[in-house]
Nanobody
Framework: QVQLVESGGGLVQVGGSLRLSCAASGRAFGNYRMGWFRQAPGKEREFVAG????????YYADSVKGRFTISRDNAKNTAYLQMNTLKPEDTAVYYCGANGGLGYLKSPNEYDYWGQGTQVTVSS
């Protein structure tokens, strides 16, 4: 079992920044690839960013490339999502997930564990 807890969400103005954290406990954090997803009201959960076990390889949705940065600190059992130049369309509940296999990182169905989510609201 892996427990994930997100934090760092909140209300921010257009163009602002937020840093989300995902703290993991339980099984070895380094055995899991990590991903951030988001879900807006009435929409499906969508991939935002993913990172491999070491943190060397990262992946992004086109909508956030150049604005968001995913990272991880295996010594602290924590993954991060730095979000800059935020837009109203970034408003959603953000979830972190742990992927213990080799499945497609951008598919939510490939994730074994999820956090409870943190709300991000970008006001114009």
């Amino acid at each position: 079992q892996v427990q994930l807890v997100e934090s760092g969400g909140g209300l921010v103005q257009v163009g602002g920044s937020l840093r989300l954290s995902c703290a993991a406990s339980g099984r070895a954090f380094g055995n899991y690839r990590m991903g951030w997803f988001r879900q807006a009201p009435g929409k499906e959960r969508e991939f935002v960013a993913g990172v491999d076990w070491s943190g060397r390889n990262t992946y992004y949705a086109d909508s956030v490339k150049g604005r968001f940065t995913i990272s991880r600190d295996n010594a602290k059992n924590t993954a991060y999502l730095q979000m800059n130049t935020l837009k109203p369309e970034d408003t959603a509940v953000y979830y972190c997930g742990a992927n213990g296999g080799l499945g497609y990182l951008k598919s939510p169905n490939e994730y074994d564990y999820w956090g409870q989510g943190t709300q991000v609201t970008v006001s114009s």
